[in-house]
């Protein structure tokens, strides 16, 4: 269990984060209060997340595009070679071979530098935004009597009660923090699907910041 929870802290940029209050001497009486948020939901439905993560998909459009033009110019190559391999002559198959195995050298290697990129712009969001949000939770954890905030998501719990679910309550407490406007820049700003997950060729390619606690 802890190593999927650390899995999952990767996967978020947020295992270098400190945990709420550890580390730190506990005061001579805890409250009993315990909280539960989805931090990858509660990032997401912030106004700002929207925005960068908006931003960032119109971002890598174009190279989605291209992924999916030379994708589908593959497809064509392939279906060529298999329905006009007794017609076509040997000279025209190596040329059309060699054409093929460019094409899909170089969608190997596109798709891998769009995957590298858009996971560190998107890491660069869930880390400007989340270490916003730790801080604003510390907070409010202080505010109200919690003695423990968790991370809830689904996949790690098997029930949460809604009235310890803080998800809603810290996206309009951080929306309230850090108001977006239409002029608000999105500085590294998913979808958070990366460009890279074009569907890959039907035959073989030739083949955070400063995490200190505030």
Do not use: C, H
């Amino acid at each position: 269990m802890n190593k999927q929870i650390r899995r999952m802290a990767v996967g978020l940029g947020l295992v270098a984060w400190p945990a709420l209050g550890w580390g730190q001497s506990p005061p001579p009486s805890l409250p009993g209060k315990i909280g539960v948020i989805n931090i990858q939901a509660a990032i997401a439905g912030t106004g700002e997340g929207k925005k960068a993560f908006a931003e960032l998909e119109k971002r890598y459009a174009p190279r989605r595009q291209e992924l999916q033009q030379l994708q589908q110019e593959i497809n064509a190559l392939t279906d060529q070679l298999q329905k006009q391999s007794t017609t076509l002559s040997d000279d025209e198959q190596r040329r059309l071979n060699r054409e093929l195995q460019e094409k899909q050298t170089r969608f190997k290697r596109m798709q891998e530098d769009a995957q590298a990129d858009f996971q560190a712009d998107n890491g660069d969001v869930v880390n400007r935004i989340g270490q916003k949000m730790v801080r604003l939770m510390d907070e409010y954890a202080q505010q109200n009597g919690y003695a423990v905030i968790i991370e809830g998501n689904p996949q790690l719990l098997y029930y949460v009660a809604p009235q310890i679910d803080l998800t809603e309550e810290v996206v309009k407490r951080y929306d309230a923090a850090n108001p977006v406007t239409a002029d608000t820049p999105a500085t590294s700003p998913p979808s958070t699907t990366a460009p890279a997950a074009a569907a890959k060729s039907r035959t073989p390619a030739s083949k955070p910041a400063d995490k200190s606690k505030p």
